[in-house]
C-alpha cells in the first residue's frame, strides 16, 4: 500500500542535543484522570530536565476524529501524538501523516519482540509507524466464593475450552434472585465471543471467510440454552454492563479485559461493591483452542507516533522510546495501569498493589505468551469491524442463525476485501 505524505506537513529530521532546551507538545485524552500520562512525562523531565513536555488534551469522546483533523492540516504543532486504537492507526497511516519509525527502531537496536507479537500486526509493508505505550489482554475473571460454594476446583492457568466449558457448567445453579449462579458471562461486544476464534494463530478478523468461528457462536448459544450464561438479549435489552454481572455476585466466570482489574480494586476498596459478594476473586489466563499455548490472548494496545509535521522529531523519539520502553513501562504499571512491555518487575509492581488477589495463579495470569490484536492493521479495518459487528447481533438475537450470520460475513466482507 503506497502512503501518501499530507501536504505542507513534512519537516526535516533534526539532531536532538541533551544539552538543548525543548519543549514537546503530546496529544493525548483524559490528562487529569489518567495519572499514568503525568506520571511518564514528569520521570522523563526529571532525567532530562532540559526537555519539557506539554500534554494537549484532545478528550476521549472523538478523540481521533479530532486528531486526524488536526494532523491533516497545517498548523499542527504535535510533537508526539497518542494512537488509540488500529482503526484510528489505519486512517493516519493513509493519509500520510506519521513517520515511519522503522530507521529509528533498526538503528537504535530495539527489541520488538517485548511487545508480545503485537508491532508485527500494525507494520504496515514493512514499516512500523507506532510504538506500543499502553497494553490491555483477556483474563478469565472469577468469583472464589462461588466455586468454594459449589465444591469445584477453581479455574486454573492452561484450560482448553472444552475444560473451560465443562467448568462453567459445573459451577452453573438453576434459580431465583440470588440463588441462581451463572457459570460463564459474556458482554454483547463481539469479541466475547468471536475472538476466541483467532487465539490459534492461524485466523484473524481479516480472512474474510468466517466458518472458523462457528464452534465457538455453538459453544456460547448452547450454554444460553442451558442457563450455564445470561441470554444476550436480555443483557442487551437490560443494557447490562459487565462490571455489574460481576458485582451482582452471581457470576462465577467472565471473559474480560485487563483494565476490569484496576476497577474491581477500586471499587471494592472504597466500598461499591459488596465484599461479601465479590471480595474474593482471582484472575486466570484466557481459555484457548486444542494445541495452543496457555497464555495466549487477545489485546489492544494504545501507542505513540510522532507526526510529519513535527520538528523535534529527535526529541521525540527520545521521550517515545523511554515511555514505551522498560523504564516508562514500569511508570505506568506503578500508577496500577497496564503498560506494553509486561517484565518480571512489571508483573510484580501491579501484583503488588492493595487489592490484587495473592494467589499465585493470579499473578502467573499476568504473564502472557502471544497477545493478538483484537484488529490487526488494514486499510478497512472500520468497515469490516462493522459487518462483523452487524451479523454478531444477528446471530445472538437469534434473527438469523450461525451459519446464515457467518455466510453474511463471508459476503460481506468478501466483497470489502476484493474491492
Known amino acids: 500500500m503506497a502512503v501518501g505524505v499530507a501536504a505542507g506537513c513534512l519537516a526535516p529530521m533534526t539532531a536532538f542535543a541533551e544539552e538543548e532546551n525543548v519543549t514537546l507538545n503530546w496529544a493525548l ?220 455476585g452471581n457470576t462465577a466466570t467472565m471473559n474480560m479485559g485487563s483494565w476490569y482489574i484496576t476497577t474491581l480494586m477500586s471499587e471494592l476498596a472504597n466500598g461499591n461493591y459488596d465484599s461479601e459478594l465479590v471480595g474474593d476473586w482471582g484472575i486466570v489466563k484466557y481459555p484457548h483452542p486444542e494445541g495452543v499455548e496457555a497464555g495466549t490472548t487477545l489485546g489492544t494496545i494504545t501507542a505513540l507516533a510522532i507526526p510529519t509535521c513535527s520538528e523535534k522529531q529527535d526529541a521525540a523519539w527520545d521521550f517515545i522510546k523511554f515511555a514505551c520502553g522498560e523504564e516508562g513501562a514500569e511508570v505506568v504499571a506503578s500508577t496500577g495501569t497496564f503498560p506494553a512491555i509486561l517484565n518480571d518487575s512489571v508483573v510484580e509492581q501491579i501484583s503488588s498493589l492493595e487489592g490484587f488477589p495473592q494467589d499465585e495463579n493470579s499473578k502467573e495470569a499476568l504473564k502472557t505468551a502471544q497477545i493478538y490484536l483484537e484488529a490487526p492493521y488494514d486499510a478497512h479495518i472500520t468497515e469490516i469491524n462493522t459487518v462483523l459487528d452487524t451479523y454478531h447481533k444477528d446471530i445472538m438475537n437469534g434473527d438469523t442463525s450461525i451459519d446464515d450470520g457467518i455466510a453474511k460475513m463471508n459476503e460481506e466482507v468478501g466483497k470489502i476485501l476484493g474491492e
Open 29 to 248: 485524552w483524559d490528562a487529569k484522570t489518567a495519572t499514568y500520562w503525568s506520571a511518564v512525562a514528569d520521570a522523563y523531565m526529571e532525567q532530562h530536565p532540559n526537555v519539557t513536555i506539554e500534554m494537549t488534551d484532545l478528550g476521549s469522546q472523538d478523540y481521533m476524529t479530532v486528531l486526524a483533523t488536526d494532523l491533516s492540516g497545517d498548523g499542527s504543532d504535535f510533537d508526539i501524538v497518542t494512537v488509540k486504537d488500529v482503526p484510528g492507526y489505519a486512517t493516519l497511516v493513509s493519509k500520510g501523516v506519521l513517520e515511519d519509525l522503522s530507521g529509528r527502531i533498526e538503528s537504535d537496536g530495539l527489541d520488538l519482540s517485548v511487545y508480545n507479537g503485537t508491532t508485527e500486526q500494525v507494520t504496515v509493508d514493512g514499516a512500523l509507524y507506532e510504538l506500543p505505550f499502553r497494553s490491555d489482554f483477556w483474563v478469565l475473571y472469577y468469583n472464589k466464593k462461588l466455586f468454594d460454594d459449589a465444591g469445584v476446583d477453581y479455574p486454573t492457568n492452561d484450560m482448553t475450552m472444552e475444560q473451560y466449558d465443562a467448568l462453567a457448567r459445573s459451577v452453573t445453579k438453576e434459580g431465583f434472585g440470588s440463588d441462581q449462579v451463572y457459570g460463564a458471562h459474556y458482554h454483547t461486544w463481539r469479541s466475547a465471543v468471536q475472538l476466541f476464534g483467532i487465539l490459534d494463530g492461524e485466523h484473524t478478523v481479516l480472512d474474510g471467510n468466517y466458518d472458523f468461528l462457528k464452534p465457538y457462536y455453538e459453544l456460547v448459544k448452547q450454554q444460553e440454552a442451558d442457563g450455564v450464561c445470561r441470554s444476550y438479549i436480555d443483557t442487551n435489552a437490560s443494557q447490562l454492563h459487565y462490571s455489574g454481572a460481576f458485582s451482582e
